[in-house]
C-alpha cells in the first residue's frame, strides 16, 4: 500500500518509519526542498493548493493523510474526489479555525474559556470589556508554537495589537486558573472502533512543548475520553486525533484538538504497545486498530533549535534519540529523545539528565 502525506515535516517522517515495516511505502507532497521526510520516500515538491501535482499524488498512491492542520481544507476536499482522504475535510475544516472549533466543544456540551470572535480593533476592546484581562488574542488560523498569539495583561497590551497580529480574524480567550495542561491521544478506525492513550501532562515554555509524561490512572482519563469521543463521533473521524485541556477544578476545559498525530505523544514510539503513529496509519488504512497501553513509564523530552551531541544523549540509559534531520534553527522543533523506564523515579531522573543536556 503506497501511502500520500501531504506535508513533509518530522510527522510525516515518522509516519513512514512506521508505517515501513507495514509494507507500506510514502510519498509527500510539500513544497520545501528540504523537506525531512522525503528521505523516507517519494517528495513531490509543490504548493499545498497545485491541482496538477495534488492530481498526480492521487493517481499514484492508495490513500491520503496529512500531517499538519496548516493543509487548507480545499486541498483535501480537492484530493477526496480523486482518492480516500483521513481525517476528513471537515474534520480539517473545524480543527484548523478556532472559532469552528470552540464553537463545536459548545455544541457537544464540553467546557472551554470564555471566548469570542475579533473581527476588527474595536470588537477586540469590547470583547476585553466582557471577558476581562488577563487573556490571549490568537489568530483563528495558522498560529501554532505560540506564533500568531499575544497575551494581553493589561489595556496597554490590548492597544494596537488586532493590527500587530496582521488584522486577520482573531479568537479571544480568557485566561483560565489551570493547576495543569493535560493531553489525550486518540484513534479512531474506519469501523469506528476507537481507543485512546493515557492522558500526558505537558510542559510548555513560550508556547512550544518542552516535555510530556505519561500518566498513570489519572483520575481524570474517563472525563477526557467522554470529551474526545463526542468529537470523534460527531465528525466520524479517521485517524489520530489529539485534544488539549486544561485541568481547572477538580474537571477539564477543552484548549484545542489537532487532527493528526501530536508532539505529546511522541513517547508512545518506545512507550506504548503500538505507537500512535502506527495506529494512525492502521485507522486510515482499514487495519485493526493496535493497544494502546503504556509499556513501563515514559515521557519525551523535545530539542528546540538544536540537538545534544549523539553521543550525550545516547549515554543516558532508558533514552531513545530521535533526530529529525532539520537544520538547527531557535525555536525549531529538530528532534526528541523518548524515556522508558520501570519505575517514576527513574523517570523523573533520567528527565534531569535529558534536559541537562540542553
Request: glycine share 10%; hydrophobic share 45%.
Amino acid at each position: 500500500m503506497k501511502i500520500g502525506v501531504i506535508g513533509g515535516g518530522q510527522l510525516g517522517r515518522m509516519l513512514a518509519l512506521a508505517g515501513t515495516p507495514l509494507g507500506m511505502s510514502f510519498a509527500f507532497l510539500d513544497p520545501a526542498p528540504d523537506a525531512c521526510a522525503a528521505a523516507l520516500g517519494e517528495h513531490l515538491r509543490a504548493d499545498y493548493n497545485d491541482q496538477a501535482h495534488l492530481r498526480q499524488l492521487a493517481d499514484e498512491v492508495d490513500l491520503v493523510t496529512f500531517e499538519f492542520e496548516s493543509v487548507p481544507a480545499e486541498t483535501v476536499a480537492f484530493l477526496s474526489q480523486f482518492v480516500p482522504v483521513f481525517p476528513s475535510a471537515e474534520s480539517l475544516r473545524v480543527a484548523r479555525d478556532r472559532l469552528f472549533e470552540k464553537t463545536l466543544f459548545q455544541n457537544l456540551s464540553i467546557p472551554t474559556p470564555a471566548f469570542a470572535d475579533i473581527q476588527s480593533q474595536a470588537g477586540l476592546e469590547a470583547a476585553v470589556a466582557n471577558i476581562g484581562l488577563p487573556a490571549v488574542l490568537k489568530t483563528r488560523t495558522l498560529g501554532y508554537d505560540g506564533k500568531g498569539q499575544k497575551v494581553l495583561r493589561s489595556g496597554a497590551d490590548v492597544e494596537g495589537t488586532f493590527a500587530e497580529l496582521g488584522s486577520v480574524p482573531c479568537l479571544l480567550e480568557g485566561f483560565v486558573p489551570f493547576t495543569g495542561e493535560v493531553s489525550l491521544v486518540a484513534v479512531r478506525g474506519r469501523d469506528g472502533e476507537t481507543r485512546f492513550y493515557p492522558l500526558v501532562h505537558n510542559t510548555h515554555e513560550n508556547g512550544i512543548l518542552r516535555l510530556s509524561v505519561a500518566s498513570d490512572a489519572h483520575p481524570l482519563q474517563a472525563l477526557a475520553e467522554e470529551y474526545a469521543g463526542r468529537v470523534l463521533e460527531h465528525l466520524g473521524y479517521v485517524g489520530v486525533l489529539a485534544f488539549e485541556f486544561f485541568e481547572v477544578d477538580g474537571g477539564l476545559k477543552a484548549n484545542e484538538i489537532a487532527p493528526r498525530v501530536h508532539n505529546s505523544g511522541h513517547w508512545t514510539i518506545e512507550g506504548a504497545e503500538c505507537s500512535q503513529f502506527e495506529n494512525h496509519l492502521r485507522a486510515v488504512a482499514g487495519l485493526p486498530l493496535g493497544s494502546t497501553a503504556k509499556v513501563g513509564e515514559s515521557a519525551m523530552v523535545n530539542f528546540i533549535g538544536e540537538v545534544p551531541p549523539v553521543a550525550q544523549v545516547a549515554a543516558v540509559a532508558d533514552c531513545h534519540l530521535h533526530h529529525y534531520g532539520k537544520a538547527f534553527k531557535a525555536g525549531r522543533k529538530v528532534g526528541h529523545a523518548t524515556l522508558r523506564c520501570s519505575d517514576s523515579d527513574t523517570l523523573k531522573k533520567r528527565i534531569v539528565q535529558v534536559q541537562a543536556l540542553v
